[in-house]
């Protein structure tokens, strides 16, 4: 099975623009957990999507949202870019509901706003 | 809410030595516990999990980790490093009833020196 792919994987933005990630889970997974990783804050939670839905959300401000298709991929959209926003996103996926399954992680996209 | 603390950001060990990564939680509610290594350039692993049962966990690639509730800890061990084991090192917590949601420790980055 091909793993969990993250598009684009380099991203160079300027201030206050508005930026799209996208997220492919491994075939067969549903639920779809969004990461943000700086040298700063570390691994923070985003959000997490199963079945189209958000069930969870991190502390983050409302600039970042994401959704979940039907075919469970999964976008994260981050508008009016700040300097902070700068990081290793990361996305994964994992087969069932429960937070006992494993989560498969993607390489990630690494966002510089400068 | 769950909070990890890593006791060490780096750990430097000689190849063939043994390894000790310290991890302690906290969260008033039962948690999944996990270990993740995250490689240069390269997206999250799952190394090994605990979800009930044996206390003593292991991986295939010779790590162990052992759950301790009265201290509330998860120590990651190997009792012989590679090179290859050089790599950053996370502990995770996930709240049984919160989906799947990660919360991380600050990271352990274990250099192994020849």
């Known amino acids: 099975k091909a793993g969990v792919t993250q598009t684009p994987r380099y991203l160079i933005k300027t201030r206050g623009q508005q930026v799209t990630l996208s997220c492919s889970p491994i075939s067969g997974h549903r639920s779809v957990s969004w990461y943000q990783q700086t040298p700063g804050q570390g691994l923070q939670f985003l959000f997490e999507y199963f079945s189209e839905t958000q069930r969870n959300k991190g502390n983050f401000p409302g600039r970042f949202s994401g959704r979940q298709f039907s075919n469970s991929r999964s976008e994260m959209n981050v508008s009016t870019l700040e300097l902070g926003d700068s990081a290793l996103y990361l996305c994964a996926s994992s087969s069932l509901a429960g937070n006992e399954e494993t989560q498969y992680f993607g390489p990630g996209t690494r966002l510089l706003v400068l | ?114």
């Open chain 2, 1 to 114: 809410a769950q909070s990890v603390t890593q006791l060490d950001s780096q750990v430097p060990v000689f190849e063939e030595a043994p390894v000790e990564l310290r991890c302690n939680y906290s969260s008033s509610v039962s948690v999944y516990l996990f270990w993740y290594v995250q490689y240069p350039n390269q997206g999250l692993q799952l190394l090994l999990k605990y979800l009930s049962g044996s206390t003593l966990v292991e991986s295939i690639n010779g790590f162990e980790a052992e759950f301790n509730k009265s201290q509330t800890s998860f120590h990651l061990r190997k009792p012989s490093v590679h090179i290859s084991d050089t790599a950053e090192y996370f502990c995770a917590v996930s709240a049984r009833t919160a989906g799947n949601k990660l919360t991380f420790g600050g990271g352990t980055r274990v250099l192994v020196k020849p």
